[in-house]
């Protein structure tokens, strides 16, 4: 059964209530975790891991993306990866493959770019703890100048991965467990010199190379930002919004600072909520506090009419609606009536057409007059 009344007082008291879950305000995580990572795992829960300002890889575990809790860390000093052993773990990148959890990780010297590497290691549990597996490669034996931020992608059957910084950006098939180099693969490179910090996200028939350009950790004069390029194929041609090659350096400028957040970049994976909207995390200067390190953003994704991703004025947010999960999200289109145009949850945030659940929502009429409706089962 569905009751309907024009209850905007209610609306407007519910949302004062609910004000700490509707909206969030940036950074979400107040500590120096540089080139975030994240991955949602079967309890529900993000887990986001990060270049080791704290030693032997950081682990954050959230339910919403904004309220992050510090578990641990992935390694150990007696357990941590010995390949380069002056080295630091920078840029991990987190996955979960044939149910286990798989972390590919650079290890790097400051000017080590011939030196510095890329490995793996596993575990049963998004906490871990982590076993190291080992070197898939070296930059000089793979024969690619600073061969660091890794990146994984599965692809009609086909385990990839994604690396590089500034010198190219590359890619080669993985062996079925993603554990090695596949024997007899040959590297391709994807894109030219302008970015590091690889990310792939399959949308709508196209694949959207991010990357990160400029300079990442000099504080107020950092230059880093966001770009994207795409492609109709994982390992391209990409191009920018022109059809320029990003073979060339051409990109479409995605996220850059503003007054309040200096050098926003090396996003992590792009995941949704459950009303499926998309969300980014970055990390970034506080302007108000640069010697608090790079610390971690979010923000909301859009796809533009084109396809193209957006964010909101290309700069990072300071506040903003938070993303839904559970009755925050709730909507029943096909229960909605037939003259329903747009569905908002309580506070006014429209959602997608796409969400499915229960409880009070806001729908607007044809005529412009908004409802909220219970919807029960």
Wanted: hydrophobic share 35%; aromatic share 10%; with cysteine.
């Amino acid at each position: 059964m569905q009751r309907l009344t024009i209850t905007a007082l209610l609306v407007l008291l519910l949302c004062a209530s609910h004000a700490q879950t509707t909206t969030y305000s940036n950074p979400v995580i107040d500590n120096s975790l540089p080139d975030p990572t994240v991955v949602k795992a079967p309890d529900g829960y993000f887990y986001l891991y990060a270049t080791e300002n704290i030693r032997n890889v950081p682990i954050y575990r959230s339910q919403n993306l904004v309220d992050w809790r510090y578990m641990g860390t992935a390694f150990t000093n007696a357990t941590r990866p010995t390949m380069v052993p002056k080295g630091n773990i920078w840029a991990p990148d987190i996955n979960i493959i044939d149910g286990r959890y798989v972390m590919y990780y650079s290890k790097s010297t400051w000017g080590g770019e011939w030196e510095c590497g890329i490995g793996v290691a596993t575990a049963e549990h998004p906490t871990g703890p982590f076993t190291d597996v080992g070197k898939l490669f070296i930059s000089n034996e793979i024969g690619v100048q600073n061969s660091i931020d890794p990146f994984y992608i599965e692809d009609e059957g086909n385990k990839y991965l994604f690396w590089g910084s500034f010198r190219g950006i590359y890619a080669i098939q993985l062996s079925d467990d993603g554990l090695s180099v596949k024997p007899g693969a040959e590297k391709v490179q994807i894109a030219g010199t302008l970015t590091e910090g690889t990310y792939i996200c399959k949308h709508d028939g196209y694949y959207y190379l991010f990357g990160s350009a400029g300079t990442c950790c000099d504080g107020l004069n950092s230059t880093y930002r966001v770009v994207v390029a795409r492609s109709e194929h994982l390992l391209g041609p990409y191009v920018n919004k022109t059809g320029r090659p990003a073979l060339d350096n051409n990109f479409m400028l995605l996220l850059q600072k503003n007054n309040k957040v200096v050098g926003p970049g090396h996003n992590s994976e792009i995941v949704q909520d459950d009303a499926g909207q998309y969300w980014m995390l970055y990390h970034g200067y506080e302007a108000a506090d640069p010697d608090g390190g790079r610390k971690v953003y979010l923000d909301q994704v859009t796809w533009g009419s084109d396809g193209w991703p957006l964010i909101r004025n290309r700069v990072p947010s300071a506040t903003a609606p938070a993303p839904l999960f559970g009755e925050a999200a709730s909507i029943d289109v096909e229960r909605s009536p037939s003259n329903v145009q747009h569905v908002y949850n309580l506070c006014g945030q429209q959602l997608p057409s796409t969400a499915t659940a229960h409880g009070l929502v806001i729908k607007q009429l044809a005529d412009g007059t908004r409802v909220t409706v219970n919807i029960e089962r």
